[in-house]
């Protein structure tokens, strides 16, 4: 009886939540660098750890949202389903009271209070998700990018109960069909599998930054956390920025910029 790899994952992942023997044997034979698929070139960006900083003061219309948005889906073969229920996100928009859960209050300025926000995978320094995979689906490279490798997922839905931030889809039908206009050079799912933002590694292994930072007209910063002369860190050292839920204590690598005034 023939067996692709992923069935063999699926049970392997079933041997592991159970308890079964053979878990050891099930990491030798995944030994192969899930991040082999993409390679990087000569003009490969690199950094310590890679951090975004999204100023929402910005991005000043519907249509500027609708269109960084469509840069991170078209390109990554985001499927179009239609309805809430099944949607696959990898960034969207969300209001401040449920971006900012536990910091709104009654004197939030109306500005902020009603402005949207762009969520995406933050892309943890300490990624819940990585922690319960079984597989090793989901895993930190030593840039700081939480990355997947589709082919390990087993669809048990770990680490979407594990992520406090929501940035998780899961594909309960084949997505395929929904892909209004496939882009070629990067790999559809398939039914059963969980995605989200990879911070665009495929395109950072090409020199070329994020998809939505190129899409954003200069709304969305890119760099190295670690580094003191990059643009994250030249912002985050002259606005005052926000983070999502930081009390849960992952990390995230993603900050808000919501007022336009610098530091004393």
């Known amino acids: 009886m023939s067996i692709n790899r992923r069935d063999f994952l699926r049970i392997a992942g079933a ?13 030798e034979i995944l030994k192969t660098n899930a991040e082999a698929a993409v390679l990087p070139g000569p003009n490969a960006l690199k950094a310590k750890r ?21 840069a991170c889906h078209s390109i990554h073969n985001v499927p179009d389903i239609g309805n809430k229920k099944d949607e696959v996100k990898w960034i969207w928009e969300e209001d401040y009271e ?37 597989t090793k689906a989901t895993f930190k490279r030593p840039d700081g990018i939480v990355a997947m490798d589709y082919h390990r997922c087993i669809g048990c839905r770990f680490c979407m109960a594990a992520c406090p931030y929501g940035a998780r889809s899961f594909n ?17 799912r398939m039914k059963g599998v969980v995605e989200k933002c990879t911070f665009c590694s495929e395109r950072l292994a090409r020199g070329l930054k994020p998809a939505c930072v190129e899409a954003s ?43 336009g005034n610098e530091h004393a």
Do not use: Q
């Not at 041997?15 to 990491?27: C, D, K, M, Q, Y």
């Not at 309960?172 to 559809?188: A, C, G, L, Q, V």
């Open 15 to 27: 041997s592991t939540l159970f308890g079964l023997a053979g878990v050891p044997a099930v990491e």
């Open 50 to 70: 890679w951090a975004m900083v999204i100023d929402v003061n910005k991005i000043g219309t519907e249509e500027d949202y609708k269109k960084i948005i469509h």
């Open 217 to 259: 007209n200069g709304a969305i910063v890119f760099g190295d956390l670690e580094d003191p002369g990059s643009e994250v860190r030249k912002v985050l050292s002259t606005k005052y920025t926000l983070r999502r839920k930081p009390e849960v204590g992952t990390g995230p690598s993603v900050y808000y910029v919501i007022g």
């Open 98 to 134: 449920h971006s900012f859960p536990g910091v709104s209050d009654e004197f939030v300025p109306e500005s902020i209070e009603h402005k949207p926000f762009l969520l995406l995978c933050n892309h943890c320094a300490k990624p819940a998700c990585v922690r319960v995979c079984p």
């Open 172 to 188: 309960w039908r084949d997505p395929r069909p929904f892909i209004k206009e496939e882009n070629k050079e990067f790999p559809t």
